[in-house]
């Protein structure tokens, strides 16, 4: 059974949203879900810690850092429409982030072959120096550049599955082409970023992938997906490590997006990336966890996520599939993308 870690620390619930869809239950409804199954005693627990103000700085402006300690220090701010800073927010997005950065220690050290991080303020809406989307310091972008700076790593890739455009972590690596950017979808849709043409920009140009999907994109175009058009493109790129953003807002069952996944459809997706991962870089592959806003479908989808992981078949969960036909002309938008990336010659 191959080692898999799991970073999580109670300070995450701190991080007070109140009456909000990006609230601390969601990470309880994950960890009681692991406790009652079982899953939790076969996973590494490995420790975070906070990420210093020059971590952060690897990819946010330090009068930006500064904005968000000092909102927190007034005790209950809104930083834009939907993203909110609580007393304890700036030390929670602190440890997000250096969550990650824990995680990516224990993975390039062996200490376990793939690692997921439970973590919140969720982080791929961040900006270089602006919050954004119920994102505060962007978690994964960090981790990446970590990666590269203290382990020396060249290429990296980064898949984003939540059905939100990353739009924080294309940003920051949008003209690098030692990053690949991979984001499956919704679109149209918040935040109005992620068209098929955002291709990258100068030497960049090429490693930004976006699959922006209509609403009602199900299991079977997932799957699809994965075959035709991620597989190529990480076989092409040769990451050294993978790193994913992980969320589940693309389940039916999500009241704050319109797509048509299941939760075994989020397990199959991440032993796509496993597999993956093992081809081509030694298996090292990071996960963080980003949206998910229905307590069920996000605790089972981590739950099959960290079972794949495990080599494990995934437990059969309550709320099973939804049969969706596929939407008008997929097919013609996702050759078009297989075709301008040159994917389908690869
Ligand atoms: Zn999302």
């Keep these: 059974m191959p080692a898999v870690g799991l970073v ?33 005693a076969r996973l ?35 930083l834009d429409a939907d993203t909110f800073v609580s007393p304890r927010s700036y030390d929670a997005a602190l440890r997000a982030a250096g969550g990650g950065l824990a995680a990516v220690d224990a993975v ?17 809406h961040a900006m270089p120096a602006r919050a954004m989307g119920f994102c505060l310091f962007n978690n994964i972008a960090i981790a990446v550049e970590y990666a590269r700076r203290s382990h020396g790593l060249r ?9 939100h455009h990353g739009n924080g972590t294309q940003a920051a690596f949008y ?18 970023t992620g068209h098929w043409r955002e291709m990258g920009q100068g030497a960049g ?25 991620l597989t190529p493109a990480l076989r092409r790129f040769e990451p050294q490590m993978l790193l994913a953003s992980a969320g589940y807002d693309g389940h039916f069952a999500d009241p704050l997006a319109g797509m048509a996944l ?55 969960d309550p709320l099973g599939r939804r049969d969706s036909p596929p939407p008008v002309g997929i097919d013609d938008l996702l050759s078009v993308i297989a075709g301008t990336h040159g994917l389908d010659r690869v």
């Excluded at 290429?155 to 059905?163: L, Y």
């Excluded at 609403?215 to 997906?225: L, P």
């Excluded at 032993?271 to 307590?295: I, M, P, S």
């Design 8 to 40: 999580y620390d109670p300070i995450y619930l701190e991080h007070d949203t109140g009456h909000h869809p990006e609230n601390a239950i969601r990470l309880q409804a994950v960890t009681g879900h692991l406790e009652e199954s079982g899953l939790m």
């Design 262 to 316: 299941s939760c075994a459809s989020f397990g199959e997706q991440v032993a796509g990336l496993r597999d993956l991962a093992r081809e081509l870089c030694g298996g090292r592959l990071l996960l963080t966890l980003e949206g998910g806003y229905d307590f069920t479908a996000l605790a089972w989808s981590i739950g099959a996520s960290l079972e794949v992981l495990l080599d494990e078949q995934p437990t059969p």
């Design 108 to 124: 390039l050290a062996g200490e376990v072959e793939s690692a997921f991080c439970l973590v919140r303020p969720p982080g791929h």
């Design 175 to 192: 003209a690098d082409p030692d990053v690949l950017y991979f984001s499956t979808h919704e679109y149209p849709f918040y935040p109005g």
């Design 44 to 78: 590494r627990s490995v420790a975070a810690r906070d990420a210093t103000v020059d971590e952060l700085a690897y990819i946010h402006e330090s009068d930006y850092i500064d904005s968000v300690r000092w909102a927190a220090g007034r005790g209950g701010v809104w």
């Design 205 to 229: 140009l090429g490693t930004t992938i976006n699959v922006p999907l209509p609403a009602g994109t199900g299991d079977g175009i997932f799957a699809h997906i994965w075959k035709d058009l």
């Design 155 to 163: 290429r990296v890739a980064v898949v984003d599955f939540d059905v």
